[in-house]
């Protein structure tokens, strides 16, 4: 503590709020003590937020890995489902040809019954998952569904129009997946 006289102003010995100084270093050491307890609590907040942010980027370090496991799964498995929905398809194919192989099936019209089945099967399999098969046949030609391979001179058909699918085009939901490629009418020359 200092030995210094402060320039406090002493009012009457009337007043009890009056400081005498002689009442001073009191008056410090009870300052000192407040500021010490004071900086004592602000320390331990500070150890309790320091902790609870230590807890909580280890909880997010842990959220963090397990979301990128779990993405890294969904990415890995993400063909279950369709694969699921396939094998009876392929099993369907291998029984068919199975049965070629040995010469269980010599009738033709059994065997084209069986292979219309198993296209079916596999159509509404791909229909369910949402592939839509694009027809654009004697439409306008549509430079986001189709793929021109030739233009042909035509003067019955009007110009730019599909006249053959050579290939077939998909879209899956919205999405094109294999655009269709066809043959387009073009103004006679």
Known sequence: MSNKKHNVPIKDGKN??????NDLPAAEENAEDEVQSNNSEVENENAKLKDTLLRKVAEFENYKRRMDTEISNYIKYASENIIKELLPVYDDLGRSIESINKGETKDFE???KGVNLIYDKFKNVLENEGLKEINSLGKEFNVDVNSALMQIPRDD????TVMEVIEKGYKLKDKVVK???VLVSSEPK
């Open 179 to 181: 655009h269709e490629k």
């Open 16 to 21: 009890k709020n009056s400081v005498k100084e």
């Open 157 to 160: 058909v009007k110009p730019n």
């Open 110 to 112: 059994t065997l084209k």
